[in-house]
């Protein structure tokens, strides 16, 4: 593999609420200069960095759970159906068990379903944090 084609199989990530104008200008000049294969940014930045974006290049936003985000499904969908609005190509979640509840209990499995019909077509990634699981629980999920 020459390095053009690792280039062309990394994510390119800025993962940063306050993140400027300024500063997503910069990461998305870097990411079309380099030819990277996708970019992964918060999902308030979908649009700007969308409509700067690179076509070949793929959007990837986070919009739950990272790190410890909202679990309102309400906020969640919001955020997801936004992104998909702009036209992102990858909805990227992080669950997280909590040690006083079973994983997944029903609140989780909602979540999941809500999520997943707010991304409609759109790829939607769910991760799970596993350090945190046992393999028993894993299976289950």
Do not use: W, Y
């Amino acid at each position: 593999m020459d390095a053009q084609a690792v280039i062309k199989s990394l994510d390119f990530t800025l993962l940063n609420h306050e993140a400027t104008e300024d500063e997503l200008e910069g990461f998305v000049a870097r990411a079309n200069s380099s030819e990277v294969g996708a970019v992964c940014v918060f999902s308030e930045h979908a649009e700007f960095v969308k409509e700067r974006l690179n076509p070949e290049i793929k959007l990837a936003v986070v919009a739950a759970g990272f790190p410890i985000g909202s679990s309102d499904i309400n906020e969640i969908s919001h955020a997801i159906s936004s992104a998909v609005e702009a036209g992102v190509d990858e909805i990227d979640v992080v669950l997280e068990p909590r040690k006083e509840v079973n994983f997944p209990n029903e609140n989780e499995l909602e979540l999941l379903k809500g999520m997943r019909s707010a991304a409609g077509e759109c790829v939607l990634k769910v991760i799970l944090e596993t350090p945190l699981l046992e393999e028993r629980e894993m299976r289950a999920v």
